[in-house]
């Protein structure tokens, strides 16, 4: 059993991704995770985000580690842990020019697609349902308003102790939604099959209610 969970930043995607597999009982992949971790290296080797070619050599040679555990995803790069670095807006400013490379892309996709391989999954990013597992069994597209997206973003930030301002944050978000969905391997869609769900007025327990619900309907829900 596989749930894929797409959408934009700001969505609200990791939180409902989490719920939902611990609901189900199953393993929680967050994508976004992965080209994250790759950002956050470049920024420490001093790899410039339009470095094609060095960024995918980094995607190829460290692999991204991802450790659940009771308290969320430990992610690790070149043994470190950079659980709380990759959520820094500095890296969010630049992850998506950095996983628009095919390169990076290839090097990332084929990782997750292992993962994925055994085992039953939720898991959330851009392009899930549509590349990574485009037969996963139920597929979800959450979205939200740019507004509410940003709203969302900005208090993720606070909880880490993080002040950005929200013009700022609303710039980041629009930005973000135009490189994800403009680029030309594996932009940001609506995978075919998938649910649309709008959750700007629903709180991230309704969304998770719903997709519980979707993977009842396929039978028993058993995974």
Do not use: N
């Amino acid at each position: 059993m596989i749930v894929a969970i797409d959408g934009p930043a700001g969505a609200g995607k990791s939180t409902v991704a989490r719920t939902v597999a611990r609901r189900l009982g199953v393993a929680y992949l967050d994508t976004g995770a992965m080209y994250r971790a790759i950002t956050w290296l470049a920024r420490e080797r001093a790899v410039a985000p339009s470095d094609a070619a060095a960024l995918a050599a980094l995607a190829r040679d460290f692999p991204i580690e991802i450790e659940p555990t009771d308290d969320g995803d430990r992610v690790r790069v070149d043994g470190r842990d950079v659980t709380r670095e990759i959520r820094m807006p500095e890296v969010a400013a630049d992850v998506s020019e950095v996983s628009a490379h095919p390169g990076v892309r290839d090097e990332v996709v084929a990782a997750q697609r292992a993962l994925l391989a055994e085992g039953s999954w939720v898991s959330d990013g851009r392009d899930v349902g549509s590349v990574v597992c485009p037969h996963a069994d139920v597929k979800v597209f959450l979205t939200a308003t740019l507004e509410e997206r940003a709203r969302r973003r900005r208090a993720d930030l606070a909880r880490r102790g993080v002040e950005v301002d929200e013009a700022t944050i609303l710039e980041d978000v629009r930005r973000r939604d135009h490189l994800d969905s403009t680029r030309a391997t594996s932009p940001l869609r609506v995978a075919e099959g998938a649910i649309v769900i709008d959750s700007s007025d629903l709180e991230a327990d309704d969304v998770a209610d719903l997709v519980v619900q979707l993977v009842r309907d396929l039978g028993d829900g058993s995974v």
